[in-house]
């Protein structure tokens, strides 16, 4: 749905910061777009469900929510159905898409058997040994959760233990996968439209936290593209496949990496993708001309979709 005023949103909270591992960066998001929706005329309030009780929502007399909560309760469906349940209007997936996408277990369960290509995994949960032998090199990593917390590329024996107890400071269960040998791409989603695809190439290891949040020699190529290269259209189909077979909505973005044979593999689906200055849908949206107050107004238009507020 298009809106044209915005007094058609009416009161808006912008929920941020919250208690996951992912603080820090939901601030930086929620601040970016709440300074972005009121440029915009957007009557819209900053809330921190940390310190204030969702409750609120509806004595403060909010209309509905941009949802900038990223990991924990804010991303895996815990939020979606509290405001299912006091009936506010948010942005982004509902309850059944946002749990399955945050579970990477379940989702590449789902995705594989949909005919989604996704790497083969193995899941570990807390002290549990390491079945048979495991060729390398691998990437470790925690089964919930998001900015790379907890994940360790992995080429060696010696380095799989302590990979495996990061991974378990951030879930109780990790994952080993093959290290696909790349390029690793993102594919922003919008209102069912696949943004322009980016390719990823950090100056460290791996696409980090620090990559992401901190460092300024990360590249990224967008568009990644022509618009006719075939890779760009299996990419774009991969994301939005995922999104349909994981039941997500509204917005959020699609990771891969190409296998040995050059075949796009879908590492995990974000449900409430970063929004700082370092992140990646609003620098997909810039390529597709949206520039950020209007790709912030876009993601506000998904919470008048008719599944918002009962869970789908």
């Known amino acids: 749905m298009r809106v044209e005023t915005a007094q058609a949103f009416g009161r808006v909270a912008v929920l941020y910061g919250g208690d996951s591992a992912e603080r820090d960066v939901s601030l930086d998001s929620g601040a970016a777009v709440h300074e972005a929706l009121v440029a915009r005329g957007v009557d819209a ?41 006091l009936g506010v209007p948010y942005t982004g997936s509902g309850v059944l898409g946002s749990a399955l996408a945050m579970d990477k277990i379940r989702s590449k369960q789902l995705l594989a058997a949909s005919g989604v290509a996704v790497p ?13 032998a495991v060729t390398f090199p691998v990437f470790v ?9 907890g994940a360790n590329p992995v ?8 990979s495996l107890k990061k991974a378990w400071t951030q879930d109780d269960t990790a994952l080993i ?38 460092a300024d020699d990360t590249r990224f190529d967008c568009p990644a593209l022509a618009d006719d290269d075939p890779l760009a259209a299996a990419l774009a189909t991969a994301a939005l496949r995922s999104f349909e077979v994981l039941g997500c909505s509204g ?14 593999q879908v590492l995990e689906v974000n449900t ?10 609003p620098c997909a949206a ?18 008048f979709a008719e599944d918002v507020t009962h869970g789908g």
């Open 120 to 132: 083969t995994s193995l899941a570990l949960r807390r002290g549990e040994p390491v079945p048979g």
């Open 45 to 85: 309030e900053l809330f921190d469900p940390a310190k204030r009780a969702l409750a609120e929502l509806v004595s403060a007399g909010f209309e509905r929510a941009w949802n900038a909560l990223h990991g924990g309760a804010g991303e895996d469906g815990r939020l979606q159905g509290a405001l299912s349940v």
């Open 155 to 162: 080429h060696d024996a010696a380095d799989l233990e302590p």
């Open 177 to 214: 996968e093959p290290l696909l040998p790349g390029p690793e791409y993102t594919v922003g989603v919008l209102a069912g439209r696949a943004l322009p695809s980016i390719r990823i190439e950090s100056a460290g290891r791996f696409y980090d936290y620090d990559a992401k949040y901190v």
């Open 272 to 281: 409430v993708p970063g929004m700082t200055s370092h992140s990646l849908v």
């Open 141 to 149: 990593k925690p089964v919930s959760g998001g900015s790379s917390l």
């Open 251 to 264: 917005w959020g973005r699609a990771d891969l990496m190409l296998d040995a044979a050059g075949v796009p």
């Open 286 to 303: 810039a390529a597709a001309g949206i520039d950020f107050p209007e790709l912030c107004w876009r993601v506000l238009e998904t919470s």
